[in-house]
């Protein structure tokens, strides 16, 4: 027998669980946690993001239109929770967690070498549904990077093969 939910909003919750990071006009790496993501469109390959305004990484994304999707491994929890619990405009957290990264090949925002999966992002358009209290970004992808262990023989990502969060 099936019974209600009272807290719906807990009923669907995104997988895997994403790092989202982005690089302010004067070059300031940042970088949140985020509970909402999708892909939306496969030609153009586009995916939408959902960001609270208040979060620090809000404004340098709605200024620059550029972010990196991250997939963190089980490996990087710790670093996951840290992103989703601390705020940017309280220190730098790339320097607090030694983030290696590398600069977008695409985009002007961080790569984050830790984590085997990377999506360079331009923004095209977003919106705020309702009352929602997230911002959506719909963005273009630029360029995927896998690492190769992971990548089958056709090219496509094993998600089979990563342990993510």
């Known amino acids: 027998m099936k019974k209600e939910m ?15 990071s982005c690089c302010d006009k004067e070059g300031r790496n940042n970088a949140l946690a ?7 469109s496969g030609s153009p390959c586009m995916l939408m993001i959902g960001i609270m305004p208040e979060k620090f ?13 991250n997939v963190p491994t089980e490996e990087m929890r710790k670093q996951y929770f840290y992103l989703g619990t ?11 967690l030694n983030l290696v990264w590398e600069k977008g090949k695409k985009v002007n925002a961080p790569i984050l070498m830790g984590c085997p999966v990377n999506l360079e992002c331009k923004v095209v358009a977003s919106m705020t549904p309702g009352d929602s209290d997230h911002e959506l970004f719909f ?3 630029e360029a995927a990077h896998c690492d190769e262990e992971y990548l ?6 094993d998600w089979k093969k990563i342990d993510t969060i």
């Open 139 to 141: 963005a273009t992808l």
């Open 34 to 40: 985020v509970g909402s993501a999708a892909m939306i």
């Open 86 to 96: 601390k705020s940017g405009r309280d220190e730098d957290k790339f320097e607090a």
């Open 152 to 157: 089958t023989k056709y090219g496509n990502i």
């Open 6 to 20: 009272t807290k719906i909003a807990s009923a669907l919750i995104p997988m895997p669980n994403l790092i989202v």
């Open 57 to 69: 990484s809000y404004p340098i994304i709605k200024e620059t239109k550029e972010f990196v999707i």
